[in-house]
Structure formats: C-alpha cells, structure tokens
C-alpha cells in the first residue's frame, strides 16, 4: 500500500463517523437524499451515495430519522428529519468531538521530535 492510499485508507476511517453527525444536524429541516447529497458535499463532507443512502436508512431503523414520501411533485421524494433521539444523539457526537479536537490540539505537533 502507497503512502497516498494508506493516507486515503485514514481519512475515510477518519470521515466516516463525521458524516453521521453532519446529517443528524442537516436534518433537523427536512430533506431528501440527493439535496442532502449535495450539501454535504458543498459543506466539506465527501459522501458519495452508495454511503448515504444506506446511512439514511441505518439511521432510520435506529430511531434517529423519520421519514416520510413528498408525492405533490412529478417525482416522490422521500425527506428524512432528524427525530427527537436523533437530535440528543447529534448533541453528544457534537460535544465529544470537539473535545476531541481539544484534545488533538494538545497533542505535540506532528513531525516535531
């Protein structure tokens, strides 16, 4: 394995439990798949859909996401929201991960012996 792919192997390790939390927040107002594609994309979260969409639906059968179908348009949509235990649970992930980052700001620079 490169040093880019091991790097690659890292960062997607590294994202994967952020994009959790990102779509817990970015649901609080209703949305469906594809628009929520897009802003996280937009907002710096590099999700590609055959992540998402099982995501979506993990995330629902645990509780965290109602859903519901749109049909008023020529093409249904189903838009997701982030229900109520969903919403504790963004605020936990919110409050761990920035003590993580204090935490990472503590540690000594990287590459500095």
Known sequence: ??????????LQELRRGTVVLACLRLLEQPGYGYGLLE????RGFDTDANTLYPL??????????????NTDEARPRKFYRTSPAGARLAAALTEDFRAIAAAIDGLPAAGND
């Not at 979506?56 to 179908?69: A, F, I, N, P, V």
């Open 1 to 10: 394995m490169s040093e880019t792919e091991a790097l690659e192997t890292h």
């Open 39 to 42: 802003d996280l994309q937009a």
């Open 56 to 69: 979506l639906r993990r995330l629902e059968k645990q509780g965290h996401l109602t859903s519901e179908w």
